[in-house]
């Protein structure tokens, strides 16, 4: 069972930070999503306020990616076994792969999380 728990963290986090990695670089590429008069290049919105048109493919994708990645989490965590396993990851971390690994996918769900609030989901 273990098995299946590394591997499934290891696909979902990977597959939902890529998804992320690339939907951020997609995102900023596409600068008339944000710029609500329908894309002055020399006019910025101030504030991050994306368009309908753009709205109805990044914020599906977004939504799977925190998706993903919050399945991976739960993967880990129920691949430590413990409650206090996973606190001591957070509380006293070392140089592991593992510490590692849980610091980059909580960052990730928290940008996934924070972009599915900015795109409407």
């Known amino acids: ?4 728990l590394i591997i499934s963290y290891l696909f979902l986090g990977g597959a939902g930070a890529g998804a992320l990695a690339v939907l951020s670089v997609l995102d900023m590429l596409s600068w008339q999503a944000t710029v609500p008069g329908g894309g002055n290049a ?19 994708c977004y939504l799977i990616s925190f998706i993903s990645l919050a399945l991976g989490t739960l993967c880990l965590l129920f691949d430590l076994g ?5 606190l001591f990851l957070f509380l006293r971390p070392t140089l592991t792969y593992v510490s590692v690994g849980t610091y980059a996918l909580t960052l990730c ?11 409407g989901v």
């Not at 069972?1 to 299946?4: A, F, S």
């Not at 769900?109 to 795109?119: G, N, P, R």
Request: glycine share 2%; aromatic share 18%.
């Open 1 to 4: 069972m273990h098995h299946t």
């Open 42 to 60: 020399t006019v910025r919105s101030a504030f991050y306020s994306p368009q309908a048109g753009y709205r109805d493919f990044f914020a599906p």
């Open 82 to 86: 413990r409650a206090d396993r996973a």
């Open 109 to 119: 769900l928290l940008t996934a999380f924070v972009l599915c609030l900015i795109w």
